[in-house]
């Protein structure tokens, strides 16, 4: 047995969208969680579009979320100055602006799959979601995935493959079918250890006690 193999590891199964704050505030608060209890995860992040019509030129953020959850100009402002104070407790930058927009993602989870084929997928998850939320890039843009691409250690010429081919596309429509077919409606949605499913972002105390809940179960 290996010293690797000494440490206590969960599966964790994340279904999540790039542009969605709570997928990221939901991992920074899980992976506090796991350096609390010093068990391991093994991340698997899975496909799902919130907005799968968005034209390729996207659409204002402020007047998107009006739009989608009838938020009046005040509460949104409100829930972004939330979201900026929560990343900034968990260590990560959220820059939001009147020009702030959301993106058609669907070339975001081609690459996505592709990169676990590769054993890149989680750093391009967290290239994708600074670029996205802290450098404020268009990441449907080809420029913007490619430069994610390259910091995550990846071969930016065969991810450009990839999107012209689209040979991830198939799979990664078959993967959100799976999830909302099992009644994946919202992300974050975290399955842990392939047994407990967990939606939103819960809090650290909330994810600690799973864990440990998956470790006794576990053992």
Known sequence: MSAADTHPTVQVDIV?????????VGFLQLDQALQQTG???????????????MPPEGQNLREHIMEKYGSTPDQSQQARQQLTKLGAELGFAFNFDDDS???????????????????????????????YFTDQKDISEIDTLLSAVSEAGLDAE???????????????????????SRG?????????GGKYLVTGAQGVDAYRQILHRCMAEAA
Do not use: Y
């Open 16 to 24: 999540s969208d790039v542009v969605c704050p709570w997928c990221i």
């Open 39 to 53: 068990i391991q995860a093994r991340i698997r992040w899975h496909p799902f579009e919130l907005n799968p019509a």
């Open 101 to 131: 927009r959301i993106m058609n993602t669907f070339s975001t989870h081609q690459l996505l799959d592709w990169a676990e084929t590769q054993g890149r997928q989680h750093p391009l998850k967290m290239a994708l979601f600074k670029a």
């Open 158 to 180: 065969a991810a450009r493959s990839v999107l012209e081919s689209g040979q991830q596309a198939s799979s990664v429509r078959e993967k959100q079918e799976f999830w909302t």
């Open 184 to 192: 994946i409606s919202g992300v974050p949605s975290m399955v842990f």
